[in-house]
């Protein structure tokens, strides 16, 4: 039984909700999200919450009713504060830069990569060794940040290629002589 789903979710102020059959839109300051429900969890919306409620007792609508809880808190995030992801490029001569809508990255290779950014991404360089990702989808902005992170790895030895902010690499001690 999921904790979290057997909660009503309360809609802050300035967010429109509607429901529409099994199409749930939220609209907010940033932005519109929707969401399809499952067709094993039965959505209403009432004084001011979102009730989500199994349909029937399937293992399948167990398991989606966290699911679509844990969906429709992030789409409410989203919509009133949004997302945000930051990365750090290390290396010499390893920076980054915005030309238009496309993320130029020269990160060690030949030639230089560039990203084309997805709509509904924000994309800033503010230093040309830190990216800023932003966005109202929460599942948008993770999936730009682990494609830019997967780009170039940071490796173990020196630390070199693009990371996350906060994560720590764990090194590697080189050869000895």
Known sequence: ????????????????????????????????????????????????????????????????????????RGMLTGVTEGYQKRLLIEGVGFRAAMQGKDLVLQIGFSHEVRYKVPAGIEVKVPKPTEIEISGIDKQKVGQVAAELYLMKRPEPYKGKGINYEGRRILRKEGKKK
């Open 1 to 72: 039984m999921s904790r979290i789903a057997k909660h009503p979710i309360p809609v802050p102020a300035g967010v429109d909700v509607k429901l529409a059959g099994k199409k749930l839109s939220v609209k907010g300051k940033k932005g519109e999200l929707s969401l399809d429900v499952c067709n094993d969890i039965d959505a209403e919306v009432k004084d001011g919450q979102i009730v989500l409620k199994k349909a029937n007792e399937s293992r399948h609508a167990r398991n989606m009713w966290g699911t679509t809880s844990s969906l429709v």
